[in-house]
């Protein structure tokens, strides 16, 4: 899907907005799941999650391919939205942004500070994505979608990092919701010639990439009623499919409790905040550790960007 030469080009550019991130071989989620554990630590960037990376590659590239744009439109459960507004200010474009009714407080509260309109509508994600589309029409605005190659471009720039990093990877796991991040790995694992083996993570209450992986073809679902906010996707991205079904070991359903389960380790044993999203690869792992004793694993911890209402009743779960 992306050629070295473009993922490192890519990588210099969300350079200029923020350094590497940190991956860590935690000693405690080690001795949880029975092997050696490196993390990537996607909370850590300007927007507390990888999203930023792909939003400062695609306006980029949005500003020089159409300088005749002055504006951009996009809906979100919150980071991309951050991403697309923080990436946005820094190309002088103004930016609107979609959220479903009831979104995460907080993640609508960072949207406005990077300076972006927010407008709720709609009952979940892809109800609010046919909102921002309209509106891109009706304002005269471009529609920035969650998938697209130069989102990936961006974010494939954390696997470039993990796996210079680290040592050899016999398995990543990463969270799926619209598929950036699942691909932008295959993408520099391809590259990179590794032999590392990528598998996807979605929820049990958002399973249509699963469907979709197991069935070799579009599946979509009439719901996605998960916390984990980051993976409620009703309907996958056939381009990103196609991606991960080329590349793709297998992929993983976990369960609300397991990722709350994840959360709590994560708190535990690194001191860590994670999102829904960002604690799914570990949930996964944790499903599976049986496999991978006295094995080396990656897992990306995509966003710690969670209401403190919500953490504070995982914490309090046993």
């Known amino acids: 899907m992306l050629s070295l030469d473009e993922i490192e080009s890519s990588a210099r550019l969300v350079h200029t907005a923020m ?46 391919n159409r300088p005749e744009t002055r504006g951009v439109v996009s809906a979100t459960r919150g980071n991309h939205g951050q991403s697309i507004a923080l990436a946005a200010a820094r190309n002088g474009l103004s930016a609107t942004i979609v959220v479903p009714h009831g979104n995460s407080v907080e993640k609508n509260a960072a949207m406005r500070a990077f ?86 993570v979605v929820s049990t209450e958002a399973p249509a990439y699963a469907l979709s992986f197991a069935a070799g073809k579009v599946v979509a679902t009439n719901s996605a009623d998960t916390m984990a906010d980051g993976m409620a996707v009703r309907g996958p991205d056939a381009e990103a499919l196609d991606v991960i079904l080329k590349g793709a070991e297998r992929i993983v359903q976990v369960s609300d409790a397991e990722i709350g389960a994840a959360m709590r380790a994560y708190y535990e044993d690194t001191h860590q905040l994670a999102e829904g999203a960002g604690a799914a690869a570990l949930a996964a792992l944790l499903q599976e550790r049986d496999r991978f004793r006295g094995k080396r694993v990656g897992l990306i911890l995509s966003g710690g960007n969670v209401d403190r209402p919500v953490y504070r009743r995982i914490l309090e779960e046993t």
């Open 19 to 64: 350094p590497p991130t940190a991956q860590y071989a935690w000693p405690l989620l080690a001795r949880r799941a029975g092997c050696e554990v490196w993390v990537k630590h996607e909370n850590h960037t300007p927007t507390g999650a990888f999203k930023v990376r792909g939003g400062v590659v695609y306006m980029d590239r949005l500003k020089r």
């Open 115 to 200: 300076g972006a309109e927010l407008i709720e509508a709609g009952h979940d994600f892809d109800a609010a994505r046919e909102v921002a589309m309209r509106l891109a029409g009706e304002r005269g605005l471009s529609m920035v979608p969650s998938f697209h190659r130069d989102l990936v471009a961006g974010v494939a720039s954390y696997a470039l990092e993990l796996f210079h990093g680290s040592a050899a990877l016999d398995t990543v796991y990463v969270p799926i919701g619209l598929g950036s991040g699942i691909c932008g790995t295959i993408a520099v694992r391809d590259a990179l010639g590794l032999a590392t083996r990528i598998v996807g």
